[in-house]
């Protein structure tokens, strides 16, 4: 079984909606990160936590949210998608070093 | 702000070749440079870099950092088919705030044909 989990794999939605991604992990690490990857840009730090009292904004938090609702779960929601939120999500986690560990991805479209 | 900066953003090359991935970065306080392998999804972790001029290995693949001249390069030798990925440096810096959070470059897309 995978050590970090992530639903949906894809998801199709429209302009206006209210979205969550999901992301579990069994690796029993205490930090958790979202990242959005668009061509050309790499990877960029949404949001990211490192315990379920700690939460902290990253690079490009705008109209996204997060909730850490145990050390295991970090679910990332859009409240109102927008087409340019169109992206490759990842959620990552790491533990006492730097290297972090991801998630299989969720390919979003907003149409 | 942290920046990383890869390059060359693509690169073509035939099996057999031997490739050498550059990394540069900027960052206020250095505290290692990781490099991953991402192939159809998720980003795969190859090496962890903190000291300048020791080369780490595994395989046909390694890799050095030069903390004067802020830069890493990965190399690959006798490439394969299955090499062609997108190769992504990050960085992460040490104490404040910034601490645990990584900066990545924009990617290496390597493309190795047969």
């Known amino acids: 079984d995978a050590d970090v989990t992530q639903t949906p794999r894809n998801r199709i939605t429209k302009t206006g909606k209210r979205i969550m991604l999901e992301c579990s992990q069994t690796k029993g690490h205490d930090r958790m990160y979202w990242y959005r990857q668009d061509p050309g840009l790499g990877l960029r730090l949404i949001y990211y936590s490192f315990d379920v009292k700690d939460i902290n904004k990253g690079e490009i938090s705008d109209g996204y949210s997060v909730s850490r609702q145990a050390q295991a779960k970090f679910s990332l929601s859009l409240e109102s998608a927008i087409p340019n939120q169109t992206a490759l999500y990842f959620c990552?986690?790491?533990?006492?070093?730097?290297?972090?560990?991801f998630g299989p991805g969720t390919r979003l479209t907003v149409l | 702000e942290d920046k990383v900066v890869q390059s060359p953003l693509s690169l073509v090359v035939h099996e057999g070749d031997t490739v050498t991935l550059n990394c540069s970065y900027e960052v206020t306080n250095f505290r290692s440079l990781l490099w991953y392998k991402q192939e159809k999804k998720a980003p795969t972790f190859l090496f962890m870099l903190t000291s300048s001029g020791i080369e780490k290995k595994s395989g046909r693949l390694s890799s050095i950092l030069d903390k004067k001249e802020l830069f890493s390069i990965l190399n690959i030798t006798a490439t394969q088919t299955g090499d062609s990925a997108v190769y992504l440096c990050?960085?992460?810096?040490?104490?404040?705030?910034?601490?645990?959070?990584?900066?990545f470059g924009q990617g290496t897309i390597l493309t190795v044909h047969p």
């Open positions: 990050a960085v992460a810096p040490g104490g404040g705030t910034s601490y645990g959070k990584l900066t």
């Open positions: 990552a986690t790491s533990g006492v070093t730097d290297t972090q560990y």
